[in-house]
C-alpha cells in the first residue's frame, strides 16, 4: 500500500493506492483545505486508514510532493512524510509538484504562480524562479499551467486542473519500480525561491 501526501498549493490533498508493479490502483483519497495543514494532515491520513481498516504499518512507500508552493505547505507535508517513513522505516519518493504538472499535461514546460510577478518555471528537468518575459523567450513548446493567474500571463498555455497526490503517485512509479528512493535524512523542500525570513536574515548578515 502507497501513501501520497501533496500540500504544496491552496488545496492539498491525500490518497491511498495499492501497487504491486504495475498500474496504480487508486482505493481512497481526500482533500485538506489550504491553512489547515498543520492541524489535518496527520488526522486525514488516520482516517483513510481507518476506513479501509488498515494502520500506518500497512504502508510500504510514501511519495511526498516537495514543492514549488507554499512554504509552510512544503514542510508540513515533507515534515509528515520524513517521520512517517523513518517511524516506519518505509521508503520515501519526494517529487517535484513542476514535474508532477508538466507529466500530467503531458508537456515538457509547466509553470506555477510564484507571487510577485514570478513563476516558478520547469523545462524538462531544469527549474528556476523567472518573470513571464524570461519564461516566454524560453519555452517552445507547450506550457502547462494550473491557475488563473498563470493561464492570465500566458493566454497560449495549457490550463488543467492542479495535480493532485494521485497524480503524483503515478508520477513516481518509474521511481518505485527502480527503488530510487530518497534519503529520509537529508531530503528537502524544493523551494527553488528561499523563504522571506532567509532572505531578511541574508540581509540583516550583511548589514
Known amino acids: ?3 501520497g501526501i501533496d500540500t504544496c498549493g491552496g488545496v492539498g490533498s491525500i490518497v491511498l493506492a495499492r501497487w504491486s508493479g504495475g498500474p496504480i490502483e487508486l482505493i481512497a483519497e481526500a482533500e485538506i483545505a489550504g491553512k489547515t495543514y498543520s492541524a489535518q494532515l496527520i488526522p486525514r491520513i488516520q482516517e483513510l486508514l481507518d476506513v479501509q481498516q488498515c494502520g500506518p504499518q500497512d ?5 511526498v510532493v516537495h514543492g514549488p508552493g507554499s512554504f509552510t505547505g512544503v514542510r ?7 517521520g512517517l517513513a523513518e ?3 518505509i521508503p520515501l519518493v519526494a517529487v517535484s509538484r513542476l514535474a508532477v504538472l508538466a507529466a500530467t499535461a503531458g508537456t515538457d514546460a509547466a509553470a506555477l504562480d510564484a507571487g510577485r ?5 520547469r523545462f524538462e528537468v531544469e527549474e528556476a524562479l ?9 519555452i517552445s513548446g507547450t506550457l502547462a499551467v494550473c491557475e488563473e493567474n498563470a493561464s492570465q500571463a ?3 498555455a495549457l490550463l488543467i486542473q492542479p495535480p493532485t497526490a494521485a497524480d503524483a503517485l503515478r508520477y513516481a512509479v518509474p521511481r518505485l519500480s527502480a527503488k530510487d528512493f530518497d534519503d529520509v535524512a537529508t531530503i528537502d523542500g524544493n523551494y527553488v525561491r528561499r523563504s522571506d525570513a532567509e532572505l531578511f536574515a541574508q540581509q540583516g548578515t550583511r548589514r
Open 1 to 3: 500500500m502507497l501513501l
Open 76 to 82: 508540513v507535508g515533507l515534515s509528515a512524510a520524513k
Open 117 to 121: 510577478g514570478e513563476f516558478y518555471f
Open 154 to 156: 500566458f493566454p497560449n
Open 59 to 63: 504502508l510500504e512507500a510514501i511519495v
Open 87 to 89: 517511524v516506519l522505516s
Open 130 to 138: 523567472l518573470t513571464p518575459e524570461e519564461i516566454r523567450a524560453r
